[in-house]
């Protein structure tokens, strides 16, 4: 019995290790050890607002935050500074948060499907962003701090109208890295 009961005490000490590769839920979060979740998947909760136990996770490297009811984010998301992945596709927002600019680790940010219409100057602190995704947003501006980030490998236009004009700048202001653009149409010069 006693032999047992130190096996079960070292499994469960095992399983609270910290496992990068494990992708956590909501309803897992509260018997988790914080600093052990890297990965978070809220997809599909039908959020409103991020859940405050979210910032309780120190390490956390990949929120996927899609499909929900977002339509602003509070400074609070601040607090997550080691997050290199950000999907914040398929909500409600009319801008791109703030408090994302501030996380300066980002490699990869998804804002598909959303209503944003503009890509403002602050994009240019995301110096490590590699993959930037706003396809089926209806975006009139890009700053020019977006085609000048360092990193940017991929930009995600998708199911977005231009005109010729703005496409053919598009074209040329990121043929350094992989445009997905859809062709230019008529109704919009």
Not at 19 to 40: F, T
Not at 109 to 116: A, D, H, K, T
Not at 177 to 182: F, S
């Amino acid at each position: 019995m006693k032999h047992t009961f130190v096996v079960v005490l070292w499994t469960l000490s095992f399983w609270s290790i910290a496992q990068p590769n494990r992708i956590y839920r909501l309803w897992e979060l509260e018997n988790a050890v914080k600093d052990s979740v890297y990965s978070l998947d809220l997809r599909r909760e039908k959020l409103y607002a991020i859940p405050s136990i979210v910032y309780e996770l120190p390490n956390l490297t990949v929120l996927n935050l899609a499909k929900n009811k977002l339509e602003l984010i509070g400074d609070s998301l601040t607090m997550l500074t080691n997050l290199t992945r950000l999907d914040l596709s398929n909500n409600k927002m009319k801008a791109i948060p703030y408090a994302v600019y501030q996380l300066s680790n980002l490699t990869h940010l998804s804002l598909g499907l959303n209503q944003i219409d503009r890509v403002p100057d602050e994009i240019g602190y995301l110096t490590k962003l590699e993959v930037l995704n706003l396809y089926d947003n209806a975006i009139q501006y890009f700053s020019p701090n977006l085609k000048a980030l360092p990193n940017l490998h991929s930009l995600d236009i998708q199911g977005v109208m231009y005109g010729h004009e703005m496409h053919g700048k598009l074209v040329q202001d990121f043929k350094h890295c992989k445009l997905l653009i859809d062709p230019p149409c008529s109704c919009m010069d």
